[in-house]
């Protein structure tokens, strides 16, 4: 099971939520539902009436709401949840948290998400943000423009921590939740219940992540308007699960959805939700494992 956030650092992530004016109810007020199939990988699909209002915003995309949160934090340490001043990213409450602690870490430099035009920064950058969750209980997932996020013009990660859907269930679900892999190639492996090309990297070896993005990009980048492969990843105890998108989608599902944790708009949509509605929506985003040759990326 997943131990939980650091106390310090969840201690200055309420007062800094408290501070944005985040009420407890933004991430109490969850409803969830087990969508189960055949295999070991099943989904925990979730509605929250706070989060709601999230995708009913209007964004004015002019101005970064990102750059905007850094200069703040300048003035108002407390929003500073981590406090190294030579940390790369501020890490802060997200202003819609999912659940207790759900972070933000954004990039001090304002640059393109997954930018992997200088060598090694990727896998570096990674690599200290994987040092950063070992240290303080959080999980590291990324979106990419086309696939989840809403603002990829400035690098940022969503920081988690799932104890709070994990122990109310009991069992480990979706990515976390799967048993049964097959090797890909030495030290990358797949879900065998997961039917969309993916593959899982070891957390050791960031320098492989970077280098199947590149590969990506190089291989099918040229398909997609932007030239880039939108893709999401998601860090779990099993390893780093990077999906690609056949599809181009300026809202939709990210790396959450694909770990498992499926979210529905309303309680309607709750309600409704069902393993194959599911599955077959992420069909229509989603390369089929025969789709794509995700063997020789690697
Ligand atoms: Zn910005």
């Known amino acids: 099971m997943t131990s939980p956030i650091r106390k310090d650092i969840l201690k200055r992530w309420h007062d800094a939520a408290d501070f944005i004016g985040t009420p407890s109810e933004a991430y109490s007020l969850r409803k969830t539902k087990v969508l189960k199939g055949k295999g070991d990988y099943f989904l925990i699909a979730y509605s929250n009436p706070y989060r709601q209002k999230r995708y009913q915003a209007s964004s004015n995309l002019e101005d970064c709401v990102l750059c905007e949160v850094l200069n703040r934090s300048k003035e108002n340490n407390i929003l500073d949840i981590f406090k190294d001043e030579k940390f790369p990213f501020l890490i802060t409450p997200n202003i819609y948290p999912l659940i207790e602690g759900a972070s933000i870490a954004i990039s001090k430099i ?10 090694n920064n990727l896998a570096n950058e990674l690599e200290t943000l994987f040092n950063f969750g070992d240290e303080t209980g959080f999980r590291i997932y990324h979106n990419s423009f086309g696939m989840g996020a809403t603002i990829p ?6 920081l988690l921590n799932f104890s709070p859907f994990t122990n109310g269930l009991g069992e480990e679900f979706g990515f976390d939740g799967a048993r049964d892999f097959l090797e890909i190639v030495l030290g990358v492996k797949k879900m065998a219940g997961f039917p969309f090309a993916h593959a899982i990297f070891e957390q050791k070896d960031p320098a492989k992540i970077e280098y199947f993005i590149r590969k990506l990009n190089e291989a099918h980048g040229r398909n997609y308007e932007f030239g880039r492969v939108p893709n999401s990843l998601a860090q779990g105890q099993n390893g780093i699960l990077i999906v690609p998108a056949k599809k181009f989608m300026k809202k939709g599902r990210g790396a959450g959805d694909v770990a498992g944790r499926w979210y529905c708009v309303d309680e309607d949509a709750l309600e409704k939700a069902t393993f194959s ?14 789709e794509m040759n995700v063997k020789s990326l690697l």
């Not at 509605?277 to 025969?290: T, V």
């Open 277 to 290: 509605s599911a599955f077959e929506e992420l069909g229509e985003i989603l390369f089929k494992e025969d």
């Open 110 to 119: 304002k640059k393109p998400m997954f930018d992997v035009k200088t060598p």
């Open 153 to 158: 013009e400035h690098e940022h990660y969503h």
